[in-house]
């Protein structure tokens, strides 16, 4: 049986860094709940699927960073950086071929043998402004 950490590690390195398709549909559930923050919520590893093949459109040569994990029992919480090349339209903004880096945090709960939920909060507005849209801050 996998441990959380494990499960973890797997999910970016085959899946958000590779794209693993076959890897996703192995260890996230199929009742999975994902929440991203780059698009609606997602169910199951076909409905995570699909939000992943719009990152790995969107953002060529994708990079996750996990830079802490900690976790507790089934649950786990992931200080994140990624990054990639932007190679398509994202936020109406065409492609810059230029690399966009950003931080998260992502909350995951597993079921002993596959991930079950996660919810993903990244830092959009650093991303537009990368992507060179102006960022309002919400209580200006």
């Given amino acids: ?3 959380p950490e494990q499960l973890i590690h797997r999910f970016y390195r085959e899946i958000w860094d590779h794209a693993d398709e ?15 923050s780059l698009g609606p919520e997602k169910t199951g590893a076909e409905g995570f699927i699909e939000y992943l093949r719009a990152i790995h459109t969107a953002f060529g040569n994708f990079e996750s960073i996990i830079e802490t994990l900690l976790v ?7 200080k994140m950086r990624f990054g990639g090349i932007q190679q398509a339209e994202i936020f109406g903004v065409p492609a810059t071929h230029t690399r966009i880096e950003w931080s998260a945090a992502a909350f995951f709960e597993t079921d002993g043998t596959q991930i079950t ?11 537009k402004t990368q992507l060179g849209r102006e960022a309002k801050a919400a209580f200006d």
């Fill in 1 to 3: 049986m996998p441990t």
């Fill in 22 to 36: 076959d890897v996703a549909r192995e260890i996230l559930s199929p009742h999975l709940r994902f929440r991203g």
């Fill in 72 to 78: 507790s029992g089934q649950s786990a919480a992931a």
């Fill in 117 to 127: 939920s996660l919810w993903l909060i990244g830092d959009v507005d650093h991303v």
